[in-house]
T-cell receptor, first 114, second 115 residues
Framework: NAGVTQTPKFQVLKTGQSMTLQCAQD?????MSWYRQDPGMGLRLIHY???????DQGEVPNGYNVSRSTTEDFPLRLLSAAPSQTSVYFC?????????????FGPGTRLTVT | GNSVTQMEGPVTLSEEAFLTINCTYT??????LFWYVQYPGEGLQLLLK?????DKGSNKGFEATYRKETTSFHLEKGSVQVSDSAVYFC??????????????FGKGTLLTVNP
């Protein structure tokens, strides 16, 4: 199993550009999530999905879109990048319906918006 | 709502010192509790977990006990190594409606162990 994979590892954008961060998992997990990690802020949930076709907002959803057309993939779209979106982004997945299930994280994407 | 509070650090220790990282939580239901570790340049990975009161999770010499009466899940290790240098996150998983168990993380504690 590859686990949770993310691409790209690093990205530099100019203000106003758009891009998609890719995330895929091969563990047949129902739940997938996107977090951003900023110094002193810990991990903050952007969007999450409890299954194909179902998504919902987390704590900091503004400026980001998601969709979940398959169980495996959960892309995160930045529609018009802003410097405040400079961060490290983590995708994660876990089995659904169990409060004790482990969450698996991808290696992260380091995004800089200039 | 749910929340996790952990000591923010940074924590700097010498090799073989005793480690404690405090974690307390508030939850509306009966949560499961986790410690995740993030090594430099990597994603988070599960270190240990406990699913009910008085359970002790353990892994790689680290331990934490689920204390319902004090709503705490403190992380301990008797003798730290340089390779333990990382950021440690306390987290809980609780029901937000039906079977939708959401993870809530603390802000993380940076541990540096010097030789």
């Amino acid at each position: 199993n590859a686990g949770v994979t993310q691409t790209p590892k690093f990205q530099v954008l100019k203000t106003g550009q758009s891009m998609t961060l890719q995330c895929a998992q091969d563990m047949n997990h129902e739940y997938m999530s996107w977090y951003r990690q900023d110094p002193g802020m810990g991990l903050r949930l952007i969007h999450y999905s409890v299954g194909a076709g179902i998504t919902d907002q987390g704590e900091v959803p503004n400026g980001y879109n998601v969709s979940r057309s398959t169980t495996e993939d959960f892309p995160l779209r930045l529609l018009s990048a802003a410097p405040s979106q400079t961060s490290v982004y983590f995708c994660a997945s876990r089995l659904g319906g169990q409060r004790f299930s482990e969450q698996y994280f991808g290696p992260g994407t380091r995004l800089t918006v200039t | 709502g749910n929340s996790v509070t952990q000591m923010e650090g940074p924590v700097t220790l010498s090799e073989e010192a005793f480690l404690t990282i405090n974690c307390t939580y508030t939850a509306t239901g009966y949560p499961s509790l986790f410690w995740y570790v993030q090594y430099p340049g990597e994603g988070l990975q599960l270190l240990l977990k406990a699913t009910k009161a008085d359970d002790k999770g353990s892994n790689k010499g680290f331990e934490a006990t689920y204390r319902k009466e004090t709503t705490s899940f403190h992380l301990e290790k008797g003798s730290v190594q340089v390779s333990d240098s990382a950021v440690y996150f306390c987290a809980l998983s609780d029901d937000v409606g039906g079977s939708n168990y959401k993870l809530t993380f603390g802000k993380g504690t940076l541990l540096t162990v010097n030789p």
